[in-house]
């Protein structure tokens, strides 16, 4: 059988038509691009048009022979795995020819790598879902997130049953998208710019509290750093209160306010209280 | 006093409680209420303090007042420190707004003895009610029963809260003599009987009418600490797996003693706290509640405490060679599980891969064993690890080799010159 480059929509439908063609094709794929990263090659390729009806079939087909491996190619589609496509691809011919006996073995050559790429997206959509800071203003609350997957649609129900009676939204600046809730209707939506508005007091006000309670729960004779950073790698730390700058913690949108009020006059509020255990670094990297 | 300061004063109060979980709840959201606890089996961590421990819940005193004066205690009437007290709808307040911002998973509410254990208790309801009933917060409240406290008053607290512990805190009856004068061994049992028996009580109910009440859905835990007494890890491992056996307690969490006050029947202020050894039961606890062992078979009376070199699992397949090696593709879950380097995922994954054929020591990798460990304790299709050659002096010393990147390092100490020398 030939071998063939093909390039789809970048969408799930769009891959699922990868698969439907390369069997109505009778071509072997050697590698599966997203249009907007075409680059003109030497190899054969060929640009595949989404077609649902044919996406279905191909989704339908995977269903019926093991609903393990639809749900593992759904998550799949959000994770960072380089050429995830390709390996997708892999795991589908293989389960189309062999049966699901293979799937039991999570070190098989062609399960190993989808597997191991959606445990990486879990693993991170769970520590997200305690670390997602949220900011209130005029009664929504807004977060933003660097993840290295696509967490959104994994977040979503978590956070939905949670604040059902909210409105809130999260950005997630990596793949400038953002899930918005409100009235038990959610939806995630490209957004390719987003800056949080500054805190007023109210908000400002919960922030000093949270860094104080932050600061003051570490036991000082028990200081690991290094294990605080196994929990809780530094790439999260960029988005959560605990680490931000002093002027995080300043109520801005009102300038006649210069200190909030619950603020005692004497100690600096977002710093580190003396003798309160160590205290997290000032600057987030 | 503001909440801020009040904030500090009980949040340094309450930091030496080591229970910090939010797992076994599975309450869904309710309309009209703000937040669940269904997050997933194994809770849900917020943040992770300075110290490596991780930051679930809002963890305060509703009071560090106390009548008691427990020797080991920071709180304790004697100790010149400055008291507060949150009110009620502070308390309320700071939870759901804390809990809003996705800050926390919820509340723990611990308390000084003010007054009694019933005057106490009695408060605690008071501010856990305003917060279920006027708050409407629907998250997960682990609650602190003191000992002492009247069967009734235990009664209206697991209604409110998800979570019990009764604290032992000193793992002996000498122990609580001598530094917790206050405190008896009945005192802090019977509030946990209590708790079992009613916990049983309630699921049983639940079969038969879906409305009953729930009494503590998450169940119980307690906290010992370690390197107050002179107690051995024989003798806390023992009480752990009775309280597990006969209490049905979900945890067991250690606290290694860090020196707060000056006391001739204390260690003194500058003995370091022995974090080591803290470790060493945690993972030994682990061993009791997921891997089948029992405290018999890690400890006895010739070793009473554990190796520090080398963690608790590879000290006893280090003392039962003729158990080992392993074969992968024939043994059962339970023999899987005594291999140093195979976990309850490994595990159960092995299982699942060798229906679909044999097993190679090369995948042994990638269903995540951990080979620097397991590569002496077993075999696949009758082959161990390739290259492998060990005495039983050199297999010691590859295990704490193996394990030394991953514990606390001992800080560097910078000699000086002029140090007076003798």
Same mark, same amino acid.
């Not at chain 1, 959000?78 to 293979?102: A, Q």
């Given at each position: $059988?030939?071998?063939? %480059?093909?390039?789809?929509?970048?969408?799930?439908? @769009? &891959? !699922?038509?990868?698969?439907? #063609?390369?069997?109505?094709?009778?071509?072997?794929?050697?590698?599966?691009?997203?249009?907007?990263?075409?680059?003109?090659?030497?190899?054969?390729?060929?640009?595949?048009?989404?077609?649902?009806?044919?996406?279905?079939?191909?989704?339908?087909?995977?269903?019926?022979?093991?609903?393990?491996?639809?749900?593992?190619?759904?998550?799949?589609?959000?994770?960072?795995?380089?050429?995830?496509?390709?390996? $997708?691809?892999?795991? %589908?011919?293989?389960?189309?020819?062999?049966?699901? @006996? &293979? !799937?039991?073995?999570?070190? #098989?050559?062609?399960?190993?790598?989808?597997?191991?790429?959606?445990?990486?997206?879990?693993?991170?959509?769970?520590?997200?879902?305690?670390?997602?800071?949220?900011?209130?203003?005029?009664?929504?609350?807004?977060?933003?997130?660097?993840?290295?997957?696509?967490?959104?649609?994994?977040?979503?129900?978590?956070?939905?049953?949670?604040?059902?009676?909210?409105?809130?939204?999260?950005?997630?600046?990596?793949?400038?998208?953002?899930?918005?809730?409100?009235?038990?209707?959610?939806?995630?939506?490209?957004?390719?710019?987003?800056?949080?508005?500054?805190?007023?007091?109210?908000?400002?006000?919960?922030?000093?509290?949270?860094?104080?309670?932050?600061?003051?729960?570490?036991?000082?004779?028990?200081?690991?750093?290094?294990?605080?950073?196994?929990?809780?790698?530094?790439?999260?730390?960029?988005?959560?209160?605990?680490?931000?700058?002093?002027?995080?913690?300043?109520?801005?949108?009102?300038?006649?306010?210069?200190?909030?009020?619950?603020?005692?006059?004497?100690?600096?509020?977002?710093?580190?209280?003396?003798?309160?255990?160590?205290?997290?670094?000032?600057?987030?990297? | 006093?503001?909440?801020?300061?009040?904030?500090?004063?009980?949040?340094?109060?309450?930091?030496?409680?080591?229970?910090?979980?939010?797992?076994?709840?599975?309450?869904?959201?309710?309309?009209?209420?703000?937040?669940?606890?269904?997050?997933?089996?194994?809770?849900?961590?917020?943040?992770?303090?300075?110290?490596?421990?991780?930051?679930?819940?809002?963890?305060?005193?509703?009071?560090?007042?106390?009548?008691?004066?427990?020797?080991?205690?920071?709180?304790?009437?004697?100790?010149?420190?400055?008291?507060?007290?949150?009110?009620?709808?502070?308390?309320?307040?700071?939870?759901?707004?804390?809990?809003?911002?996705?800050?926390?998973?919820?509340?723990?509410?611990?308390?000084?003895?003010?007054?009694?254990?019933?005057?106490?208790?009695?408060?605690?309801?008071?501010?856990?009610?305003?917060?279920?009933?006027?708050?409407?917060?629907?998250?997960?409240?682990?609650?602190?029963?003191?000992?002492?406290?009247?069967?009734?008053?235990?009664?209206?607290?697991?209604?409110?809260?998800?979570?019990?512990?009764?604290?032992?805190?000193?793992?002996?009856?000498?122990?609580?003599?001598?530094?917790?004068?206050?405190?008896?061994?009945?005192?802090?049992?019977?509030?946990?009987?209590?708790?079992?028996?009613?916990?049983?009580?309630?699921?049983?109910?639940?079969?038969?009418?879906?409305?009953?009440?729930?009494?503590?859905?998450?169940?119980?835990?307690?906290?010992?600490?370690?390197?107050?007494?002179?107690?051995?890890?024989?003798?806390?491992?023992?009480?752990?797996?009775?309280?597990?056996?006969?209490?049905?307690?979900?945890?067991?969490?250690?606290?290694?003693?860090?020196?707060?006050?000056?006391?001739?029947?204390?260690?003194?202020?500058?003995?370091?706290?022995?974090?080591?050894?803290?470790?060493?039961?945690?993972?030994?606890?682990?061993?009791?509640?997921?891997?089948?062992?029992?405290?018999?078979?890690?400890?006895?009376?010739?070793?009473?405490?554990?190796?520090?070199?080398?963690?608790?699992?590879?000290?006893?397949?280090?003392?039962?060679?003729?158990?080992?090696?392993?074969?992968?593709?024939?043994?059962?879950?339970?023999?899987?599980?005594?291999?140093?380097?195979?976990?309850?995922?490994?595990?159960?994954?092995?299982?699942?891969?060798?229906?679909?054929?044999?097993?190679?020591?090369?995948?042994?990798?990638?269903?995540?064993?951990?080979?620097?460990?397991?590569?002496?304790?077993?075999?696949?299709?009758?082959?161990?690890?390739?290259?492998?050659?060990?005495?039983?002096?050199?297999?010691?010393?590859?295990?704490?080799?193996?394990?030394?990147?991953?514990?606390?390092?001992?800080?560097?100490?910078?000699?000086?010159?002029?140090?007076?020398?003798?």
């Amino acid at each position: $059988m030939p071998e063939m %480059v093909y390039y789809y929509d970048g969408s799930f439908e @769009g &891959f !699922l038509c990868c698969i439907f #063609d390369s069997y109505a094709n009778k071509e072997v794929l050697t590698a599966i691009y997203r249009d907007e990263d075409f680059v003109p090659t030497l190899f054969a390729s060929r640009a595949i048009q989404t077609d649902q009806s044919h996406a279905k079939r191909v989704f339908r087909k995977i269903v019926k022979c093991s609903p393990y491996t639809a749900n593992l190619l759904q998550k799949c589609f959000l994770t960072c795995l380089p050429e995830k496509e390709l390996s $997708m691809y892999r795991l %589908v011919v293989k389960l189309l020819r062999e049966g699901p @006996g &293979f !799937l039991g073995n999570f070190s #098989d050559p062609v399960l190993h790598p989808v597997a191991k790429a959606v445990q990486h997206l879990l693993a991170e959509a769970h520590l997200l879902k305690g670390f997602v800071r949220f900011s209130e203003l005029d009664g929504v609350l807004g977060g933003e997130i660097e993840p290295k997957n696509r967490v959104l649609p994994v977040l979503r129900s978590h956070f939905c049953a949670r604040y059902q009676n909210e409105k809130f939204f999260i950005y997630d600046r990596t793949h400038k998208e953002a899930l918005f809730y409100a009235n038990g209707k959610a939806v995630i939506r490209p957004l390719d710019d987003f800056q949080m508005a500054p805190p007023d007091e109210t908000e400002a006000n919960y922030r000093i509290l949270w860094k104080r309670f932050y600061d003051t729960i570490a036991i000082r004779e028990r200081y690991n750093p290094k294990c605080r950073m196994t929990n809780m790698p530094k790439r999260y730390w960029n988005t959560m209160t605990e680490f931000q700058d002093a002027s995080y913690f300043k109520a801005q949108s009102s300038p006649a306010a210069v200190s909030a009020p619950g603020v005692p006059a004497g100690i600096s509020a977002p710093g580190k209280p003396p003798g309160h255990g160590p205290s997290a670094p000032e600057s987030a990297l | 006093m503001d909440v801020l300061e009040k904030l500090t004063i009980l949040t340094d109060a309450a930091k030496y409680d080591a229970a910090c979980t939010s797992s076994g709840g599975t309450r869904g959201s309710k309309k009209g209420y703000i937040g669940n606890t269904s997050s997933s089996v194994a809770g849900c961590c917020h943040s992770f303090s300075a110290d490596g421990r991780c930051v679930t819940l809002l963890k305060v005193l509703l009071t560090n007042r106390c009548i008691y004066d427990c020797k080991y205690c920071v709180n304790r009437r004697s100790n010149d420190t400055k008291r507060a007290a949150f009110t009620p709808e502070e308390l309320a307040d700071l939870t759901i707004n804390f809990y809003r911002r996705n800050y926390i998973e919820g509340l723990f509410l611990s308390s000084g003895v003010f007054r009694s254990p019933d005057y106490t208790t009695e408060l605690m309801i008071r501010a856990l009610r305003l917060l279920r009933e006027q708050y409407r917060f629907n998250g997960y409240i682990h609650a602190k029963a003191i000992p002492g406290t009247s069967p009734e008053l235990v009664e209206q607290l697991g209604l409110l809260a998800d979570r019990l512990s009764v604290n032992i805190e000193l793992p002996s009856e000498a122990g609580l003599k001598a530094l917790a004068p206050d405190k008896t061994k009945q005192a802090i049992l019977t509030p946990m009987r209590q708790i079992q028996a009613r916990n049983q009580q309630s699921k049983e109910e639940l079969v038969k009418y879906r409305h009953a009440p729930k009494f503590a859905p998450a169940g119980q835990s307690t906290q010992l600490i370690v390197g107050a007494t002179r107690d051995s890890d024989l003798h806390i491992l023992r009480l752990t797996q009775g309280l597990y056996d006969r209490y049905r307690l979900k945890r067991v969490f250690y606290s290694a003693y860090v020196p707060v006050v000056e006391h001739a029947l204390l260690p003194a202020k500058d003995v370091k706290p022995p974090l080591l050894r803290e470790h060493r039961l945690y993972q030994a606890d682990w061993l009791l509640r997921f891997y089948g062992f029992r405290a018999e078979e890690l400890l006895d009376e010739q070793n009473p405490d554990f190796d520090p070199r080398v963690d608790p699992k590879c000290s006893w397949a280090l003392a039962h060679p003729a158990f080992f090696p392993v074969e992968v593709n024939t043994a059962d879950y339970s023999a899987l599980l005594r291999i140093p380097g195979v976990g309850v995922t490994s595990a159960r994954r092995i299982l699942a891969a060798r229906r679909s054929g044999r097993l190679h020591i090369d995948d042994l990798r990638k269903l995540g064993v951990v080979m620097k460990r397991a590569q002496y304790f077993l075999t696949a299709s009758g082959k161990a690890a390739e290259g492998l050659r060990f005495t039983q002096d050199s297999l010691l010393r590859g295990l704490i080799a193996a394990e030394r990147p991953l514990l606390p390092q001992q800080e560097a100490i910078q000699l000086s010159l002029f140090d007076p020398v003798g």
